[in-house]
């Protein structure tokens, strides 16, 4: 089905798991929002803020809630979880070609590498020692693979990605350009000595990502310590993220744009951890865990559930006055 970019509408309500109601017939050739879709274009509604678009939408199809169907008189995909609906049908759209085996000239690989015969490797690729590459996987231009680096069957490298030594990276996991696994934690022990020196503590571990792993552009997962910094199946990483030395992070966690996580620390499965969160160090959150944007994160979680920290945004004048009476809570309570 994929890439063939024109399906009937019965083909794509079966694919996406949704009730059609309307023209089996009617042929989609692509996705688009509620305001600019045209009459061969599918869209979808999960966010009631878009409500109103419904009665003035040229879309051909529009996947809705069973709730709403009546405010769409053309046809419809009917499903609870539209938005996971549209997803689907998303990948129907998608225009990523299939690995065929072409290598370019000027790869560069070390010795004792395993490359299956149908993997891609754009221009001025470097591939070190002992690498094991999996079927289907696409390396485009300009990635770094180091030694004794483990990846699966049909990952994509975007360009410009690296990728250290010592790195496992799982099944149809995606890896995004500007990203960086397995660089030096950051570790140094002070020398205490007249100079207030440093003495760098080296990274021996290496990285383990899952299957089904998304990193976003700009990404960086240091190498462990002595064990390995460990991402688990199904994880899904925003751009921008550091994920320090000896982290864990369970399956099926997301995590959003600007967050950084400090060594050692353990994050258990199906969180959701918002944009330009801060968690310290050797701290364990739990399972089904959600923190939201900006929190600053200094103690360990062990209830599921959502946690926040800071003040949200208000006016300067009144955020200056209830910031100047936050300092006094202390000797209010302690009158009280």
Not at 34 to 39: K, P, Q
Not at 53 to 74: H, R
Not at 101 to 106: C, D
Not at 198 to 207: D, E, H, I, R, S
Request: a negative charge; aromatic letters at 8%; charged letters at 15%.
């Amino acid at each position: 089905m994929k890439n063939k970019m024109a399906y009937p509408l019965e083909e794509i309500s079966a694919f996406a798991g949704a009730v059609l109601v309307g023209d089996k017939e009617k042929i989609i050739t692509g996705l688009n929002t509620l305001e600019n879709a045209i009459d061969e274009d599918i869209s979808f509604l999960s966010n009631k803020a878009y409500e109103s678009l419904l009665a003035t939408t040229s879309a051909g199809c529009v996947i809705l809630l069973p709730d709403k169907q009546d405010f769409f008189v053309g046809n419809k995909l009917v499903t609870e979880n539209p938005y996971y609906a549209f997803a689907k049908v998303s990948e129907l759209f998608s225009t990523l070609a299939a690995a065929s085996g072409e290598v370019h000239a000027s790869v560069v690989f070390g010795s004792s590498c395993q490359i299956a015969s149908d993997v891609d490797i754009g221009a001025n690729v470097v591939i070190g020692a002992n690498v094991t590459i999996g079927r289907g996987t696409t390396i485009y231009a300009g990635c770094y693979i180091g030694d004794n680096t483990t990846i699966g069957e049909n990952v994509i490298f975007y360009p410009n990605a690296c990728v250290y030594g010592n790195t496992f990276v799982g099944d149809n996991t995606i890896i995004h350009s500007q990203v960086v696994i397995g660089s030096d934690g950051f570790g140094f022990a002070p020398v205490r000595d007249s100079r207030g020196s440093w003495q760098k503590v080296y990274q021996l571990g290496g990285v383990d990502i899952g299957c089904n792993v998304e990193i976003g552009a700009g990404t960086t997962i240091d190498r462990g310590v002595l064990d390995n910094t460990v991402i688990a199946d199904g994880v899904k990483l925003d751009n921008q993220i550091q994920i320090a030395h000896n982290v864990r992070i369970g399956e099926n966690t997301a995590v959003a744009a600007c967050t950084g996580i400090a060594g050692s620390t353990t994050i258990g499965k199906r969180c959701t951890i918002a944009g330009a969160v801060g968690i310290i160090g050797h701290l364990t959150i739990t399972d089904d865990v959600h923190i939201t944007a900006m929190t600053l994160v200094t103690k360990s979680i062990g209830q599921p559930g959502s946690y926040s920290s800071g003040t949200p945004m208000n006016r300067t004048e009144t955020w200056r006055k209830n910031a100047a009476r936050f300092n006094h809570l202390d000797s209010i309570v302690r009158k009280l």
